[in-house]
């Protein structure tokens, strides 16, 4: 059993900042990539961001230079702090983690049950 938990999330007014935080639990011994997605009421659910092993990154245009994304492996845990808020980052935020649970099935994707975040004055 694998569970990813989030955590975070809230009301903050546009230009401030919150920090997300996703705790993996359960039966995965290697990690391989963690990331952050977000869906807005009747919108597509959208890549945010992802972060590799290396600590390799990747972000979405439209969150570029205002969000940062960061893993602790020891914890198994990642984060994304979100500066400069927009009322367009209004969305629910999903964990994501793709990992080795077994050897049989070397390569999985998790994901968490989201995080509200709303931006608004």
């Known amino acids: 059993q694998v569970r990813l938990v989030e955590s975070g999330g809230g009301l903050v007014q546009p230009g401030g900042s919150l920090r997300l935080s996703c705790a993996t639990s359960g039966s995965i011994f290697i990690i391989y990539t963690m990331g952050w997605y977000r869906q807005a009421p009747g919108k597509q659910r959208e890549l945010v961001a992802t972060v590799g092993n290396g600590g390799n990154s990747n972000y979405a245009d439209s969150v570029k230079g205002r969000f940062t994304i960061s893993r602790d492996n020891a914890k198994n845990t990642a984060y994304l702090q979100m500066d400069s808020l927009k009322p367009e980052d209004t969305a629910v935020y999903y964990c994501?983690?793709?990992?080795?649970?077994?050897?049989?099935?070397?390569?999985?994707?998790?994901w968490g049950q989201g995080t509200q975040v709303n931006v608004s004055s």
């Open positions: 994501n983690v793709v990992g080795m649970s077994t050897v049989l099935t070397p390569r999985s994707t998790y």
